[in-house]
């Protein structure tokens, strides 16, 4: 069964930038790549989604290499509120039928 | 305008029972999914509808199943409730655009 995978955790401080990256080794053709930001009982909150190479929003930043098999979402200077658990979220073929996969998920603590 | 609603917040029940939970999508969106997210742990995938029909489901049992309605909003039952059901459950929907949109999740607790 693929994988989506994310590092379990980050520590970060207030002002500073933030990159989380994502591993999607069978990405669907097709598919985009899109990141959320989830605080604690509530629902997913979309932050940006892209395709290909990069793509900026008011929010945040997405980089996807050539071969996206990866993207890294990152956050610039973040704030004590940006604390929350971010998800990727890629379509997925490898069980022969299509699939939505969300990422294992970083909890991402910004300290004062 | 309104974003994804969910119905109702929240829900126990007892093991056996069957559960019934609602999902309104944002206006214009066709496509509704569900996920499954028990405590402390990620998103999976559940079941996508999409214009009345079932697209595809997750690795879960035949007891969860559901279906969308004429006005696109959806229900997705649980049969046979068991402990390890326990979870907020999420709904999203999609319009055109590639984007899924999340409501703000019914908690099921089963007891």
């Known amino acids: 069964l693929a994988k989506t995978t994310q590092p379990i955790s980050m520590d970060s401080y207030e002002g500073q930038e933030v990159n989380i990256t994502c591993s999607h080794n069978n990405i669907a053709t097709n598919d985009y790549i899109t990141w959320y930001q989830q605080f604690p009982s509530q629902g997913p909150r979309f932050i940006i989604q892209?395709?290909?190479t990069k793509v900026t929003n008011e929010v945040a930043s997405l980089f996807i290499p050539a071969d996206r098999k990866s993207s890294t979402l990152s956050l610039p200077r973040v704030s004590l509120s940006d604390t929350a658990v971010y998800y990727c979220?890629?379509?997925?073929?490898?069980?022969?039928?299509?699939?939505?996969?969300f990422g294992t998920g970083t909890r991402l603590k910004v300290l004062a | 305008e309104a974003g994804v609603t969910q119905s109702p917040t929240h829900l126990i029940k007892t093991r056996g029972q069957q559960a019934t939970l609602r999902c309104s999508p944002i206006?214009?969106?066709?496509?509704v999914y569900w996920y499954q997210q028990a405590l402390g742990l990620g998103l999976q995938f559940l079941l996508w509808y999409d214009e009345g029909e079932e697209r595809n489901r997750g690795n879960f049992p035949p007891r969860f199943s559901g279906r969308q309605f004429p006005n696109y909003s959806s229900e997705l039952n649980v049969n046979a409730l068991e402990l390890e059901d326990s979870a907020l459950y999420l709904c999203?929907?999609?319009?055109?655009?590639?984007?899924?949109?999340f409501g703000p999740g019914t908690r099921l607790l089963v007891l």
């Open positions: 999203a929907s999609r319009g055109r655009q590639e984007t899924q949109y």
């Open positions: 892209g395709y290909k």
């Open positions: 979220l890629v379509g997925d073929t490898t069980s022969g039928t299509y699939k939505y996969i």
């Open positions: 206006s214009g969106h066709t496509s």
